[in-house]
Protein backbone atom coordinates (compact mmCIF):
# COMPACT_ATOMS: atom_id res chain seq x y z
CA UNK A 1 0.00 0.00 0.00
CA UNK A 2 1.85 2.91 -1.05
CA UNK A 3 1.54 6.33 0.72
CA UNK A 4 1.40 9.66 -0.76
CA UNK A 5 4.10 9.95 -3.18
CA UNK A 6 5.38 13.33 -3.95
CA UNK A 7 8.28 14.11 -6.97
CA UNK A 8 10.82 15.58 -6.94
CA UNK A 9 12.28 15.10 -3.72
CA UNK A 10 14.69 17.95 -3.98
CA UNK A 11 14.05 20.84 -7.14
CA UNK A 12 16.98 23.26 -7.69
CA UNK A 13 15.74 26.52 -9.61
CA UNK A 14 17.39 29.26 -10.71
CA UNK A 15 14.98 32.83 -10.00
CA UNK A 16 12.90 33.55 -12.95
CA UNK A 17 12.47 29.73 -13.21
CA UNK A 18 9.01 27.37 -13.13
CA UNK A 19 8.84 24.65 -10.76
CA UNK A 20 6.49 21.61 -11.00
CA UNK A 21 5.70 19.64 -8.13
CA UNK A 22 3.89 16.54 -8.38
CA UNK A 23 1.73 14.66 -5.65
CA UNK A 24 0.03 11.18 -5.98
CA UNK A 25 -2.62 10.77 -3.18
CA UNK A 26 -2.85 7.67 -1.52
CA UNK A 27 -4.31 4.31 -3.29
CA UNK A 28 -8.65 5.28 -3.11
CA UNK A 29 -8.27 9.18 -1.94
CA UNK A 30 -9.50 11.64 -3.79
CA UNK A 31 -9.20 14.81 -1.72
CA UNK A 32 -5.59 16.06 -1.60
CA UNK A 33 -4.16 19.04 0.20
CA UNK A 34 -1.07 21.33 -0.35
CA UNK A 35 1.13 22.50 2.84
CA UNK A 36 4.33 24.81 2.76
CA UNK A 37 6.73 25.42 5.24
CA UNK A 38 9.00 27.81 5.52
CA UNK A 39 12.65 27.77 6.89
CA UNK A 40 12.18 28.15 10.72
CA UNK A 41 8.40 28.41 10.36
CA UNK A 42 5.07 26.08 11.16
CA UNK A 43 3.31 24.26 7.89
CA UNK A 44 1.02 26.75 6.04
CA UNK A 45 -2.01 25.45 4.27
CA UNK A 46 -2.37 26.22 0.31
CA UNK A 47 -4.91 24.64 -1.18
CA UNK A 48 -7.58 22.04 -1.12
CA UNK A 49 -8.57 19.71 -4.38
CA UNK A 50 -10.84 17.42 -5.23
CA UNK A 51 -10.31 15.61 -8.82
CA UNK A 52 -10.59 18.41 -11.79
CA UNK A 53 -11.69 20.95 -8.81
CA UNK A 54 -10.33 23.47 -7.02
CA UNK A 55 -12.33 23.60 -3.36
CA UNK A 56 -10.09 26.16 -1.09
CA UNK A 57 -7.31 28.18 -2.48
CA UNK A 58 -7.20 30.63 0.78
CA UNK A 59 -3.94 29.65 1.09
CA UNK A 60 -2.33 30.03 -2.24
CA UNK A 61 -0.13 33.56 -3.01
CA UNK A 62 -2.19 35.59 -5.41
CA UNK A 63 -0.03 35.71 -8.63
CA UNK A 64 2.36 32.94 -9.74
CA UNK A 65 1.44 30.05 -7.76
CA UNK A 66 -1.59 28.04 -9.34
CA UNK A 67 -2.47 23.56 -8.67
CA UNK A 68 -4.43 21.16 -10.51
CA UNK A 69 -5.73 17.88 -9.93
CA UNK A 70 -6.73 16.31 -13.05
CA UNK A 71 -9.25 13.44 -13.87
CA UNK A 72 -5.67 11.33 -14.35
CA UNK A 73 -2.77 11.73 -13.31
CA UNK A 74 -0.97 13.34 -9.92
CA UNK A 75 -2.02 16.80 -8.83
CA UNK A 76 0.26 19.58 -9.69
CA UNK A 77 1.14 22.72 -7.72
CA UNK A 78 3.15 25.00 -10.36
CA UNK A 79 5.15 28.08 -9.16
CA UNK A 80 5.56 30.50 -12.01
CA UNK A 81 8.85 33.01 -12.26
CA UNK A 82 10.25 31.62 -8.58
CA UNK A 83 12.29 34.13 -6.51
CA UNK A 84 14.47 33.45 -3.53
CA UNK A 85 11.20 33.51 -1.04
CA UNK A 86 9.87 30.48 -2.39
CA UNK A 87 12.27 28.12 -0.89
CA UNK A 88 10.51 26.09 1.14
CA UNK A 89 9.85 22.08 1.96
CA UNK A 90 6.32 21.83 0.06
CA UNK A 91 4.44 19.16 1.12
CA UNK A 92 1.68 16.87 0.11
CA UNK A 93 -1.30 15.18 1.91
CA UNK A 94 -4.75 13.02 1.20
CA UNK A 95 -7.15 11.70 2.70
CA UNK A 96 -10.42 9.59 1.53
CA UNK A 97 -13.53 10.58 -0.71
CA UNK A 98 -15.46 9.82 2.33
CA UNK A 99 -13.41 12.33 4.91
CA UNK A 100 -14.96 14.76 7.14
CA UNK A 101 -13.23 17.59 9.28
CA UNK A 102 -11.95 15.16 11.54
CA UNK A 103 -10.04 12.80 9.24
CA UNK A 104 -6.71 12.88 9.80
CA UNK A 105 -4.33 14.00 6.76
CA UNK A 106 -1.51 11.55 5.79
CA UNK A 107 1.62 13.62 4.26
CA UNK A 108 3.69 12.35 1.63
CA UNK A 109 7.77 13.28 2.38
CA UNK A 110 7.82 16.83 0.36
CA UNK A 111 9.37 18.77 -2.14
CA UNK A 112 12.04 20.72 -0.86
CA UNK A 113 12.42 23.55 -3.54
CA UNK A 114 15.93 26.07 -3.69
CA UNK A 115 15.75 29.11 -5.82
CA UNK A 116 19.46 29.98 -6.51
CA UNK B 1 -1.94 36.14 18.65
CA UNK B 2 -0.83 33.04 17.01
CA UNK B 3 -3.78 30.71 15.46
CA UNK B 4 -2.05 27.85 17.54
CA UNK B 5 0.55 28.02 19.96
CA UNK B 6 3.00 26.21 21.06
CA UNK B 7 5.81 26.37 23.40
CA UNK B 8 8.95 25.82 21.19
CA UNK B 9 11.33 24.13 23.39
CA UNK B 10 13.25 22.45 23.31
CA UNK B 11 12.58 20.18 26.21
CA UNK B 12 15.75 18.27 26.53
CA UNK B 13 14.93 15.17 29.07
CA UNK B 14 16.50 11.74 30.26
CA UNK B 15 15.13 8.44 28.91
CA UNK B 16 12.67 7.92 30.99
CA UNK B 17 11.21 10.76 31.91
CA UNK B 18 7.44 12.19 31.52
CA UNK B 19 7.45 15.63 29.58
CA UNK B 20 4.00 17.44 28.96
CA UNK B 21 3.64 19.90 25.88
CA UNK B 22 0.76 22.51 26.23
CA UNK B 23 -0.84 24.24 22.92
CA UNK B 24 -3.68 26.78 22.72
CA UNK B 25 -6.42 27.55 19.60
CA UNK B 26 -7.66 31.05 19.22
CA UNK B 27 -10.58 29.70 17.42
CA UNK B 28 -13.22 28.62 19.73
CA UNK B 29 -15.46 27.24 17.01
CA UNK B 30 -12.47 24.65 15.89
CA UNK B 31 -13.93 21.12 15.33
CA UNK B 32 -10.96 18.68 15.14
CA UNK B 33 -7.78 18.30 17.21
CA UNK B 34 -4.38 16.79 16.46
CA UNK B 35 -1.04 15.54 17.28
CA UNK B 36 1.71 15.03 14.91
CA UNK B 37 5.26 14.64 15.18
CA UNK B 38 8.20 15.76 12.24
CA UNK B 39 11.85 14.37 12.06
CA UNK B 40 14.49 16.77 11.34
CA UNK B 41 13.68 17.64 7.35
CA UNK B 42 10.90 14.73 6.93
CA UNK B 43 7.40 15.00 6.75
CA UNK B 44 4.53 15.00 9.58
CA UNK B 45 3.58 12.01 10.59
CA UNK B 46 0.16 11.64 13.16
CA UNK B 47 0.89 10.63 16.73
CA UNK B 48 -3.02 10.79 17.46
CA UNK B 49 -6.34 12.44 17.41
CA UNK B 50 -7.46 14.24 20.74
CA UNK B 51 -10.84 13.95 21.34
CA UNK B 52 -12.86 15.81 23.96
CA UNK B 53 -12.84 12.64 26.53
CA UNK B 54 -9.18 12.99 26.30
CA UNK B 55 -7.54 9.50 24.72
CA UNK B 56 -4.72 7.61 25.05
CA UNK B 57 -2.01 5.46 22.85
CA UNK B 58 0.21 3.24 25.11
CA UNK B 59 2.89 5.94 26.31
CA UNK B 60 0.85 8.90 24.43
CA UNK B 61 -2.09 10.69 26.58
CA UNK B 62 -3.53 13.76 25.01
CA UNK B 63 -6.03 15.96 26.56
CA UNK B 64 -8.76 18.67 25.57
CA UNK B 65 -10.44 21.79 27.07
CA UNK B 66 -12.61 22.82 24.86
CA UNK B 67 -13.71 26.36 27.35
CA UNK B 68 -9.97 27.01 28.08
CA UNK B 69 -9.40 26.07 24.20
CA UNK B 70 -6.18 24.31 25.18
CA UNK B 71 -4.44 20.83 24.34
CA UNK B 72 -1.70 18.77 25.65
CA UNK B 73 0.33 15.96 24.90
CA UNK B 74 1.75 13.99 27.20
CA UNK B 75 4.68 11.56 27.12
CA UNK B 76 5.47 8.65 29.56
CA UNK B 77 8.70 7.10 29.64
CA UNK B 78 10.06 8.28 27.26
CA UNK B 79 12.93 6.85 24.55
CA UNK B 80 15.43 7.87 22.63
CA UNK B 81 13.24 7.35 19.51
CA UNK B 82 10.68 9.94 21.06
CA UNK B 83 13.48 12.90 19.85
CA UNK B 84 11.69 14.95 16.81
CA UNK B 85 9.02 17.75 16.95
CA UNK B 86 5.95 17.94 18.28
CA UNK B 87 3.21 19.22 16.18
CA UNK B 88 -0.36 20.77 17.83
CA UNK B 89 -2.92 20.64 14.72
CA UNK B 90 -6.57 22.63 14.51
CA UNK B 91 -8.69 22.24 12.01
CA UNK B 92 -10.24 26.01 12.01
CA UNK B 93 -12.94 26.02 9.66
CA UNK B 94 -16.29 26.06 10.93
CA UNK B 95 -19.17 24.30 8.71
CA UNK B 96 -16.37 22.34 6.09
CA UNK B 97 -17.03 18.81 5.33
CA UNK B 98 -12.83 18.80 4.86
CA UNK B 99 -9.73 19.49 7.01
CA UNK B 100 -7.85 22.63 6.41
CA UNK B 101 -4.99 22.23 8.91
CA UNK B 102 -3.63 24.65 11.07
CA UNK B 103 -0.19 24.14 12.29
CA UNK B 104 1.33 25.45 15.68
CA UNK B 105 5.28 25.91 15.09
CA UNK B 106 5.97 22.85 17.04
CA UNK B 107 8.10 21.80 20.23
CA UNK B 108 10.89 20.55 20.04
CA UNK B 109 11.78 17.29 22.44
CA UNK B 110 15.64 15.79 22.63
CA UNK B 111 15.60 12.25 24.96
CA UNK B 112 19.45 11.74 25.97
CA UNK B 113 20.83 8.42 27.81
Known amino acids: NAGVMQNPRHLVRRRGQEARLRCSPMKGHSHVYWYRQLPEEGLKFMVY????????ESGMPKERFSAEFPKEGPSILRIQQVVRGDSAAYFC??????????????FGDGTRLSIL | RKEVEQDPGPFNVPEGATVAFNCTYS??????FFWYRQDCRKEPKLLMS???SGNEDGRFTAQLNRASQYISLLIRDSKLSDSATYLC??????????????FGQGTILTVHP
Open chain 1, 93 to 106: ASSPPSAGDSQPQH
Open chain 2, 89 to 102: VVNMERGTSYGKLT
Open chain 2, 27 to 32: NSASQS
Open chain 1, 49 to 56: LQKENIID
Open chain 2, 50 to 52: VYS
